[in-house]
């Protein structure tokens, strides 16, 4: 023991002495530590230092660096690695067979450490929500994409995409970063479908909303990058921070005062017709899922402005940001491939007609399925979530490894897609090998994971396959897509919350003639 450490332990003794505190929190939580380190011992990974763990692998690289540097890991430790920063404990596990256990489990539901950053936004919304809190929400929340609830949504989805359409009008023939438009169109469908009314994102990319939104999405970015940030205590005292919470305020007092003005709404609503017998409500209009949220009870009481808020402000980040990613990615690889953009153009042709006025529909849109096809294999190329992680609370066991308890655990649906030796040509964009009826590749559903899997699964992942098929269908009748740059240089890739490149791609459209 150096003569400093036994310094430090003869001072906390003396101190622990003087001021009459009890020995055994302290004790307890020695054992624990030694058993962390002893069970961590075992894991495999890079040698690491003392204090800093493995922060200097990381120290000095650019955010597109990480990816790789964790690809490589990956290889070098046969897909399970642990890494420690400071005092944390990650496992990164990129095995099916560690996934289907991870995700497949009802104990292993916490979140990692790292979501923390959403919190200011998105509070204890389903998303960041554990225990019995989380299952309880859960239950009420799932009938809300029911296909009853979903199917008037596609009238929003199809007017959505006819205003894009119209605005791309003026892009004809010059070169956009078609991800920018993509971002305010999902911001405008998931504030209509949440809440019922219209940020006008499209038309008004200035709007106080739509700023502070690009604002949170920038101090995600700063604070999952910057070691500086990434500190709550040295975090709050930076001008980043005080931008957050002026952005914090917009997002907040407008979801409030929505949440407010319908509640009011659903009052007088219900007092004129309470009469009537009419309580199939989804099926007979449009209900938003904040309407839904305002009509559940949990323990026989009605949720609270503040619980609703969690949950509206968790499908506002969660239900556009994901779905801008697909689409600009889906959008990038039929580009590439002009084969499959010509088979989707066919397709859409033969199931909506030639009639470009020709509103898409539910039932339409469920027939287009060589598109399906596509959007499986943009999500296992990219997947809007590149990164998914749980927190072990208590010790456990997975496939014969021992794992500590407060060890965060790292799943990632972007290696596990680009695995060789899960899928064929994984760098390839081959959308028939997820035909079931055709292709020979025998597919393990756990490599597969770009909506998560098992009870934590996305809860919005057939809403924004519909969202993804209406904008597609629309935008390939109109317009030609053509990708601007070069086709032989795989785009850089920043694993972020959300999967972006380093550099806007950029697209060029051309009049589609039928
Ligand atoms: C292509 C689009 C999307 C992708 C790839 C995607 C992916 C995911 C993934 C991987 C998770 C699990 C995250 C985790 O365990 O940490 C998740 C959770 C979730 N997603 Fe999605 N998502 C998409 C779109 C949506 C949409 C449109 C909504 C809402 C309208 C939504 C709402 C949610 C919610 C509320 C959760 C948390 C569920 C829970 O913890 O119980 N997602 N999503």
Redesign the pocket.
Known sequence: MTLSLSLLIAAVCIVVALAGISWLPLVAWLRRRRRTYELAAQLPGPRNLPLLGHFHMFFGLEPWQVPQLIAQLAEQYDGTFKLKMGSNFSLMMFQPRDMEVVLGSSQLLD?AIE?SFLHGWLND???LSSGQK?HRR?KI?TPAFHFRILEPYVEIFDRQTRVLIRKWQQTLGHSFDLGHDVHLFTLDV?CE??MGVSTNAQTNADSDYVRAVKTISMVLHKRMFNIFYRFNLTYMLTPLARAERRALKVLHSFTEKIIVQRRQELLRANSSTQSSDDTDVGAKRKMT?LDILLQSKIDDKPLTNADIREEVD??MF???D??S??IMFFFYNIALYPECQRKCVEEIISVLGNDRETPVTYDLLNNLHYMDLCIKET?RMY???PL???KVLQECEINGKMIPAGTNIGIS?LFLGRREDLFSEPNTFKPERFDVVTSAEKLNPYAY????AG???????K???L??KAIAANVLRHYEVEFVGNAEEPPVLIAELVLRTRDPLMFKLKERVL
């Open positions: 979140k979501y919304g389903l998303l989380w859960r929340i998931i479908t949440a899922f968790t499908f969660e239900g556009h994901t779905t990613s697909a999500l997947p809007s979530v998914i992680g749980r649906p994971i770009p909506f998560s009870p934590r699964n996305c809860i919005g992942q809403f924004a396959v969202e993804i």
